[in-house]
């Protein structure tokens, strides 16, 4: 495997740019206007990959997957057979051995290749803002997974990249799945339409037990072993605040119209400390602050044999909002409780995308979830160093958790943090 250092790796904006401006490119958006077909590229085949493209299949019958590509070869491989047996897709699911893409440039030869009108980028965090930002540049809607990064740098290439997107009118829709589920639409016009009054403060939550580990393999360099385990690894995951939590977060910023002004967060590795669990925590609590005065308390954890919990709670003048997946419900002058349909938001989000595609509306979710990327970024650095940490200072942060090199070979673990040794960067 060839060596690709960072520069390399984001540095496809002048090759892709010019085929996003060839004859190629141009007729390609033009068929989308004409023809219902809609061939999808698939970036990313492990688990949440693989059902964003079942997802994708389910939105629409004109949809397909024409294009994969993934850093290893088994996981594209089990994620094509899966998607091929499924009888309802039949004859749906067409990746010739060509565009079938391995290695650490493998989502650069899919989007030079073309014949895509979107693509789902589902890899882990660490890669999404220089794949979406060579997304845009090859003039390819996009589906990406949340979240679209794992430090500030990354966040500033995905809000750079975002306004390069409206500017050549392409789609992008996030999966903060929350933002395409009826309940979650209705309660949050409810409370914009000031059905709890002013929002004093909130809470938001996601506790759970432990998730996958994948152990190390004898014949694994370091590389190879850390993004298969990605999770545990906060240069690819962002640690669970930011990877998973940011569903609350997105759902908070939501309600509050906008991102915080500031954080004073805590956190630590109490359980998850072996070799396997890498160097993220495993619990944070975080106290956000909104421009209107308004805080929030956020907690996430991942220990087993602890209680669940995964909702959000606005707490207004005149009464009190709470949601969660499936659930919305207020109380105050006039008591609601959401009890309609409730379509797979895995699915409509896709649906959203396909209408905005075909319709030529402007669907851009990509700055407003970099923003909600970057509020989990910043509660994570404020419990990793024990200071609090401003918006400002967190847009402007020169943390980049960028290995040297993308490089099967040596790639050592990162200390785990420690609040008030770790440096606020």
Not at 113 to 128: E, K, M, N, Q, S
Not at 298 to 311: A, F, H, K, P
Not at 322 to 351: C, K, L, M
Not at 368 to 391: F, H, N, Q
Request: neutral net charge; proline residues 4%.
């Amino acid at each position: 495997m060839s060596e690709y250092t960072r520069r390399q790796f984001v540095r496809t904006g002048a090759a892709i740019g010019m085929a996003a401006m060839s004859p190629g490119t141009l007729a390609a958006f033009a068929r989308r206007n004409a023809d219902d077909t809609l061939r999808i590229g698939v970036i990313g085949c492990g688990g949440r990959g693989t059902g964003a493209a079942v997802n994708a299949l389910e939105a629409d019958e004109g949809t397909r997957i024409v294009a994969m590509a993934d850093l290893f070869e088994d996981r594209l491989n089990g994620s094509l057979g899966h998607l091929s047996g499924i009888e309802q897709f039949k004859g749906r699911v067409d990746v010739s051995p060509d565009r079938r893409y391995t290695g650490f440039d493998a989502y650069k030869r899919l989007l030079l290749d073309g014949g895509i009108d979107y693509v789902i980028l589902a890899t882990p965090p660490h890669f999404r803002p220089m794949m979406f930002e060579a997304a845009v540049d090859a003039g390819v809607h996009v589906f990406m997974e949340k979240p679209v990064a794992v430090d500030p740098a990354g966040v500033r290439t995905v809000i750079e990249a975002a306004s390069h997107a409206d500017a050549q009118r392409l789609c992008v829709v996030a999966g903060t799945q929350r933002r395409h589920q009826e309940c979650y639409l209705q309660a949050m016009q409810r409370i914009r339409d000031g059905a709890i009054g002013e929002i004093i403060s909130a809470s938001c939550s996601w506790n759970q037990g432990g998730l996958w580990v994948h152990k190390r393999k004898p014949e694994y360099s370091d590389m190879e072993w850390q993004i298969r385990n990605w999770l545990y690894f906060c240069w690819l995951s962002g640690d669970h605040i930011v990877e998973q939590h940011v569903h609350n977060l997105d759902a908070v910023n939501w309600a509050m119209g906008g991102p915080p002004i500031r954080c004073t967060g805590m956190g630590g590795r109490q359980v998850r400390t072996a070799p396997e669990y890498g160097n993220i925590f495993d619990h944070f609590a975080v106290e956000y602050e909104y421009a209107n005065g308004a805080n929030c308390l956020s907690t996430c954890r991942q220990i087993d044999g602890c209680d669940s919990r995964v909702e959000e709670i606005f707490r207004g003048t005149k009464g009190q909002a709470r949601t969660h997946h499936g659930f919305a419900e207020i109380a105050g002058q006039q008591n609601w409780r959401y009890d309609g349909s409730n379509p797979n938001p895995y699915v409509v989000e896709h649906q959203d995308l396909i209408r905005a595609i075909r319709s030529g509306e402007r669907l851009n979710e990509a700055r407003r979830v970099a923003e909600s990327t970057l509020t989990a970024i910043m509660g994570r650095m404020s419990a990793y160093t024990g200071k609090s940490v401003t918006w400002e200072q967190a847009m402007s942060s020169k943390l980049d958790l960028s290995p040297s090199a993308y490089v099967f070979g040596d790639l050592p673990v990162r200390e785990v943090p420690v609040p008030g040794r770790t440096p606020l960067i």
